[in-house]
């Protein structure tokens, strides 16, 4: 997990260069039927290959068709490629997309998948 103390070892006090990095890529097919129960689906993509990138958020938002727009985000390290569909608590259809972050703060944001469960 990301925890703030290893994101305290990233960030760097000194200057840094704002570099958006280049984005993630999704794999998880868009508009795909995942399963809520065990054997549970992975959500799939290729981290960001920019160096800079210190972690990532996924992020699910679900309830826009009903005017809800509830949103859960998930921390995640630079490298991980892969979030289980057991951590969601949603149902219908619902939009993606991963965020990558730099030291400097700066996010380039992934293209939006839909998927349905």
């Known amino acids: 997990p990301l925890t703030t103390h290893s994101l305290d070892r990233s960030l760097d006090d000194g200057q840094t260069l704002r570099i958006t990095p280049e984005p993630?890529?999704?794999?998880?097919?868009?508009?795909?039927h995942v399963s809520r129960t065990a054997p549970f689906d992975d959500f799939n993509w290729l981290p960001s290959p920019s160096t800079e990138v210190i972690g990532q958020v996924a992020e699910f938002m679900w309830g826009k068709d009903r005017n809800l727009?509830?949103?859960?985000?998930?921390?995640l390290p630079a490298g991980e490629s892969k979030l289980s569909s057991g951590n969601l608590m949603s149902s219908g259809a619902?939009?993606?997309?991963?965020?990558?972050?730099?030291k400097a703060g700066d996010v380039?944001?992934?293209e939006q998948h839909t998927f349905k469960n």
């Not at 890529?25 to 795909?32: I, S, Y």
């Not at 727009?69 to 921390?75: N, Y």
């Not at 619902?94 to 730099?102: F, G």
Request: hydrophobic share 55%.
């Open 24 to 32: 993630a890529r999704l794999l998880t097919p868009d508009g795909v």
């Open 69 to 75: 727009g509830l949103t859960r985000l998930f921390f």
């Open 94 to 102: 619902t939009v993606w997309r991963v965020w990558s972050i730099t």
């Open 108 to 110: 380039a944001f992934s």
